[in-house]
């Protein structure tokens, strides 16, 4: 769920630590974050549903786990930085250092409800779910900082939602159009300049991978 994450950052990069941590020590970003960035929503007249990440995929465990590392690493220089007392290192790292711990899970579940906001787990990857319920009109859009959803095929979606005044919309058809792909070649192309499942093929980017598309039809061709 890229969009608590992105106000889960922005909370902590630029608010005392203070403002969001329980009596008993517990950081909780999260509940400042939602309530920040929930209104933007209504604002553009759309009402949110929260889809989070289910189980994930065996594909995924090496891009997972090297996600981890690099918060536990980002964790260890806030907290030297804070040692030193350069303050902004310090709430930059704790930024970088964030992730949906079981307290952020639980918490922003409580709020959301509280809010009257719909919430479901996906089966697995939540933006899978957001485009597959996209593709079958139960939303208009989705909303996700990750290209997946384009892949995953939901018509809409809009990028940069957590960013003031850089708001991207990506129309599906009209990529596809433009690139004169299908979906399979679009997926294509995705797997020979790397995904969260696959490294890439060396020396592929996505010129390239377009021109060998155009070439062959086919990756596997």
């Not at 553009?44 to 594909?59: E, Q, Y």
């Not at 711990?101 to 899978?128: C, G, H, N, Y």
């Not at 004169?180 to 980017?205: H, K």
Request: with cysteine.
């Amino acid at each position: 769920m890229t969009w608590l994450y992105r106000h889960m950052q922005r909370t902590v990069r630029y608010t005392d630590p203070a403002a969001y941590t329980t009596s008993d020590g517990t950081a909780v970003p999260n509940l400042l974050g939602v309530v920040r960035g929930v209104p933007a929503f209504f604002e553009r007249c759309l009402f949110p549903v929260f889809v989070f990440d289910g189980g994930p995929v065996s594909l995924k465990q090496s891009r997972l786990s090297s996600r981890r590392k690099r918060r536990k690493r980002a964790d260890a220089k806030a907290k030297a930085a804070a040692e030193r007392g350069d303050h902004c290192a310090a709430a930059r790292n704790r930024a970088q250092a964030q992730g949906l711990t079981k307290p952020i899970r639980q918490t922003t579940d409580e709020l959301l409800e509280l809010l009257d906001i719909p919430t479901l787990v996906a089966p697995s990857e939540a933006e899978a779910q957001a485009a597959h319920m996209a593709r079958a009109g139960a939303t208009e859009y989705v909303v996700t900082d990750d290209y997946d959803a384009l892949l995953y095929g939901a018509p809409l979606t809009l990028r940069e939602f957590a960013s003031a005044g850089r708001l991207e919309c990506m129309d599906f058809r009209a990529t596809l159009d433009e690139l004169g792909l299908t979906r399979a070649q679009l997926v294509d192309v995705a797997i020979l300049c790397g995904t969260d499942y696959n490294d890439g093929v060396p020396g592929f980017g996505p010129r390239r991978a377009l021109d060998r598309l155009e070439a062959h039809g086919r990756v596997w061709a």
